[in-house]
């Protein structure tokens, strides 16, 4: 068992977690290779539902196109940092095809230009609304997936606290900002806090898979 983590390599690391994530240097993609869910979700209304008053709304799922790209990119650069993957590397995550990136798009009748879309990531009975707040529960499902811990996860919907609050103990970035702003690069010492806080609670009951202090 590994010790301390500031000491692993990133070798160490992936052969430790081949069962929930693996890495392909010649894509520069990262695989996740668990979910919450055992199925593919049905996303429902991907056809337009019309309202009397002329407004229109439906459901798109993403499988290409810039905000898919967004989504895989921010939540790969916290696994790579996670991972002591080269950050020169602009990295893509690939979750199971259990996950399922969406768009709910709506439109008023008067003017059908002025829409409000909305992205979420469906995974098992989990949906989040942003890559800030699913970043929390990919590094729970890499860590603790395939281990026998029953370990909470730091995310928002399974620690019931509030995302400002994680994105702190995170360092992640704002959860509202813009797709086209690059999120801040948080240092590898914030996620491993949270594992310490995590083993804190839970100590002399269970080991870590990484075999953290």
Same mark, same amino acid.
């Given at each position: ?23 392909? +240097?010649?894509? #520069? ?24 008053? =002329?407004? #229109? ?17 921010? #939540? ?49 009975? /989990? ?6 707040? /699913?970043?929390? +529960? ?14 909470? #996860? =730091? ?17 992640? =970035? ?15 010492? +914030? ?23």
């Amino acid at each position: 068992m590994i010790e301390n983590y500031s000491t692993i390599s990133s070798a160490s690391i992936l052969k430790l977690l081949s069962s929930t994530v693996s890495v392909d +240097h010649k894509t #520069c993609t990262i695989h996740l290779l668990v979910s919450d869910a055992q199925t593919t979700p049905t996303i429902p209304n991907t056809d337009p539902i019309y309202g009397e008053d =002329g407004s #229109c709304s439906f459901n798109q799922i993403e499988t290409d196109g810039p905000t898919i790209k967004h989504w895989r990119y921010l #939540c790969a650069y916290y696994v790579a940092i996670y991972l002591k993957l080269d950050l020169a590397v602009r990295w893509q995550l690939r979750w199971p095809k259990q996950c399922v990136l969406y768009t709910t798009w709506s439109m008023k009748p008067e003017n059908t230009v002025q829409e409000r879309r909305d992205t979420y990531l469906k995974d098992g009975p /989990f949906v989040f609304r942003s890559p800030d707040e /699913f970043v929390p +529960h990919l590094l729970w499902l890499i860590t603790y997936h395939a281990s026998d811990d029953n370990l909470t #996860c =730091g995310c928002k919907y399974c620690s019931k606290r509030d995302q400002t609050t994680i994105n702190d103990e995170y360092s992640l =970035g704002d959860p509202n900002a813009s797709p086209s702003m690059p999120a801040p690069g948080p240092q590898v010492s +914030h996620i491993v806090r949270n594992a310490k806080r995590v083993e804190k609670n839970r100590k002399e009951r269970r080991h870590d898979p990484l075999g953290r202090n």
